[in-house]
């Protein structure tokens, strides 16, 4: 089976993720596009027996073990322990595999991370967004600075104090630069700090209630002076970035995050989840699950394919995804890989991207931290 360049320049292969998709939560917050929902709490049985009924039929078909796992949402915290530690049961996993699953900071409960570190966990991902209580209450979040705090000593007691990450959001309308600076040095603050700090800028996305009020829009400027703050900040405190809005410890990398971005193979299970299968000649077969709970039920239940999609991907395209994605990671992607050479030579004028020697033979293009702000527009030029 041929792989795309990208691919076959690494040393070993990514491994074989499966994503676990958890629709609901205690209140959707109002810059979610996700296939989520706040009014269907009466369906997690059902769903979760759906989920774990859709797993078997995969494992029936000789589904890879796998090396990661991942529980995302939506507020897989939501579901009660013995329901996610069910699922997680049902997955076969190879040795070592990594185990996450995100978790609100008001759910970190010593008994239900009790459950979850003797079940398999490895990971907990907790959805902190902001230290700031006028930022919180902007972005719609329920929780608290305080219950943050709290969050991380359960952790470290439960034992998974060594490997948890922090999710943080910038550029929220109102959020004084004062204000991402206390978040950032807040979580740097925490007993225990965090092993892995991913920080998104916020997008106003179509369809949103956010994406519907312009005046509460994120500017371009103030993200971009945000990220700066927030990478000094990190590398300063021994983070390292390894993707443009992940930054980890040494050895806190996100292994199944890393499947992603390596054009990896995975399965996912649940509404809306995606799958990815490499196929023949360099191509690939990507399909989705239908996006409602309640239409995944029902196919489940009567034996039909959930499927709601699919698309098959052949080299080419698959060759462009490699670089998009490549690009993003500190890794970056080999100069011969680069359709358009003839706009590298501006690129490095410019400083947004340079060149090195990698682990293999041959230089790679890196995004420089300039680049990383506009990683887009210098992805474009590369493609031609």
């Known amino acids: 089976m041929a792989a795309p360049p990208f691919l076959a320049s690494r040393p070993e292969g990514p491994g074989f993720g499966v994503y676990v998709h958890v629709p609901f ?32 039929r995969a494992v029936g078909e000789e589904m890879p073990l796998a090396t990661s796992v991942f529980f995302g949402g939506g507020t897989p915290s939501l579901l009660p322990p ?17 185990v996450t699953v995100e978790c609100n900071p008001e759910h970190a409960e010593p008994s239900r991370l009790g459950a979850w570190r003797r079940a398999g966990v490895t990971r907990v991902s907790l959805g902190v967004q902001s230290l700031s ?14 219950s943050v705090r709290w969050a991380a000593r359960a952790l470290g007691d439960a034992g998974l104090g060594g490997s948890y990450s922090v999710d943080l959001i910038f550029g929220a309308v ?33 369809g949103t209630p956010l994406g519907s009020d312009p ?6 400027d103030d993200q971009a002076d945000k990220y ?4 000094a900040a990190l590398a300063s405190a021994g983070y390292s970035w390894y993707e443009i809005s992940n930054w980890s410890r040494p050895g806190a990398t996100c292994r199944h995050n890393q499947l992603y971005w390596a054009q990896g193979e995975y399965r996912g299970f649940g509404c809306a989840a995606h799958s990815h ?20 039920i029902r196919l489940v239940g009567r034996g039909d394919d959930p499927a709601g999609g699919e698309e098959l991907l052949g080299p080419d395209v698959r060759a462009v995804e490699a670089l998009e994605l490549g690009l993003r990671t500190s890794e970056g992607v080999a100069v011969a890989e680069v359709p358009s050479a003839g706009q590298l030579g501006l690129l490095l004028d410019l400083g947004l991207v340079s060149l090195s020697r990698g682990e293999g033979a041959g230089e ?15 992805t474009l030029r590369l493609l031609g």
């Open 25 to 56: 939560c205690a209140r959707r917050c109002d810059y979610c596009a996700f296939a989520t929902w706040d009014d269907r709490l009466q369906l997690v049985p059902d769903y979760c027996a759906a989920v774990r009924a859709e797993i078997a």
């Open 82 to 98: 013995d329901q996610l530690v069910a699922i997680l049961d049902a997955i076969p996993r190879g040795e070592g595999s990594e």
């Open 133 to 146: 209580t006028s930022v919180l209450d902007s972005l719609g979040r329920r929780h608290d600075p305080g």
């Open 174 to 206: 109102g959020e004084r630069p004062a204000d991402w600076q206390a978040t950032v040095a807040g979580v740097l603050a925490l007993d225990p700090p965090p092993a892995h700090v991913s920080a998104y800028g916020l997008i106003a996305e179509p």
């Open 215 to 220: 005046a509460r829009h994120p500017d371009a």
């Open 228 to 231: 700066l703050a927030v990478d």
């Open 277 to 296: 299968r490499l196929a023949g000649g360099g191509g690939a077969r990507r399909w989705w699950n239908v996006r409602t709970p309640e239409r995944y």
């Open 364 to 378: 790679r293009v890196r995004l420089t931290l300039r680049g990383r702000l506009l990683a887009t527009e210098v």
